[in-house]
């Protein structure tokens, strides 16, 4: 008697398909910036000043690092599955309580909470190595990076739109309904693709020496932290600077933060396509050059009296294109110093950059109030891109050292 197919909702072994994984990382982008117009109506509508609200920015990166670290191990032990419908639970009763928060405070408590999501964002990474081979994962990962590309372009757009509708409740409304939707999908999609093995946290944290000892992988990961930096420092304060600097709606706001998305997409075809010719330490020194470039351009102008909405959105879009081809790179960088410790500098590195981007985003809040121009916010971002070309050059002449040796 021949036996009927386990459905593939019930079959808890199936590896999902690649819209599953591409869906659990763009919730996990979307969360981030879908509400970044509507950051000053909020500050209105809970009675507190802006830079209050900006920390709901700084706050969820902070918890997204830390769960960089841990996420994986807590993964390789209980099994991806488990761990991503527990995230995304957890991130549906957070939504919940952005929605019903009474005063600013409780607002900022469960805005963090919703940082769980990043789970999506690592896991689905993790969830392709688990089933294919390197060369496969390379590309599948450059699928799912691809979707999730798509995220930051239209995210603050459709959050500008929302806002000037119907309030800026309607952004954590339609997150809620993806999270529904998207818990169900992995529900009936994502059978349990790790061969789980136990992982100490311990463990992994008695190899953080090794990393530390190691002034390459400092380099490439400060040139990181500070090239994504700059851009998680406009992310803190661009939202200001559109509504009161320059009398902007939400919905323009929102379709000005495309520009540097549209930028960072063409940094990432440029990486793609001449990374291996080039090389990876120069590549890295090329993107922050770029960004350097643009910020040093917009101050210029500022300082000339040239400033606008479109002089200050529109040179974002260098920012965009270096930050696409140096992120890339140094993150390559960084898990190339000890192959054997891959994962593990991973974990490491993304926590020192979403973790830096964090203070970043925090301290373009503080500087940022009322009478402000936006040119503190452009120093900051200036002088946080300026940095990441002092690290690459620190790579650079190490690696010159050791080749003279």
């Known amino acids: 008697m021949t036996s009927l197919p386990t459905p593939r909702f019930l079959d808890r072994t199936t590896p999902p398909k690649i819209i599953t994984l591409i869906l659990m990382a763009g919730l996990s982008a979307l969360a981030m910036n879908i509400f970044l117009p509507s950051l000053p109506g909020m500050a209105t509508y809970f009675g507190v000043p802006y830079g209050v609200m900006q920390q709901s920015v700084a706050l969820y990166l902070a918890l997204s690092a830390a769960l960089q670290i841990i996420i994986g191990p807590i993964s390789d032990r209980f099994g991806r599955r488990k761990v991503l419908i527990g995230s995304l639970i957890l991130f549906l009763l957070a939504t919940i309580g952005t929605l019903l928060a009474p005063t600013a405070t409780s607002f900022l408590i469960f805005r963090m909470a919703q940082a769980v999501i990043a789970s999506g964002m690592v896991l689905s990474r993790a969830v392709v190595r688990d089933m294919v081979a390197d060369a496969q994962a390379a590309s599948m990962i450059g699928y799912v990076t691809m979707g999730m590309s798509l995220v930051p372009m239209i995210g603050p757009v459709i959050g500008g739109v929302l806002d000037d509708i119907y309030g800026w409740k309607a952004n954590f409304a339609l997150l809620l309904l993806l999270g529904l939707a998207t818990l169900a999908l992995v529900w009936a999609d994502l059978g349990e693709t790790a061969t789980l093995r136990r992982v100490s946290l311990m463990d992994q944290v008695r190899t953080y020496p090794t990393l530390f000892a190691s002034r390459r992988f400092w380099g490439y990961t400060l040139s990181a932290a500070f090239a994504s930096g700059c ?115 991973s974990g490491l590195g993304g926590a020192i950059l979403i973790g830096g981007g964090a203070a970043l985003a925090a301290f373009a809040g503080v500087l940022l109030g009322p009478g402000s121009t936006e040119m503190p916010l452009i120093l900051l971002m200036l002088a946080s891109s300026v940095a990441s070309v002092i690290a690459i050059l620190f790579v650079i002449r190490r690696a010159r050292e050791i080749g003279a040796a």
């Open 231 to 345: 851009f998680f420092a406009y992310l803190g304060g661009a939202p200001y600077v559109g509504d009161k600097i320059f009398g902007l709606t939400s919905t323009q706001v929102g379709a000005l933060f495309a520009l540097t998305a549209i930028g960072y997409a063409l940094g990432n075809f440029l990486a793609g396509r001449f990374s291996v010719r080039i090389g990876m330490n120069r590549m890295i020194l090329i993107g922050a050059l770029v960004t350097s470039f643009g910020l040093a351009l917009l101050a210029l102008l500022t300082l000339a009296g040239l400033s606008g909405p479109v002089v200050f959105f529109g040179l974002t879009i260098f920012m965009g294109i270096g930050n696409g081809i140096c992120l890339p790179n140094a993150n390559a960088g960084m898990l190339s110093v000890r192959p054997d410790l891959a994962g593990t500098a």
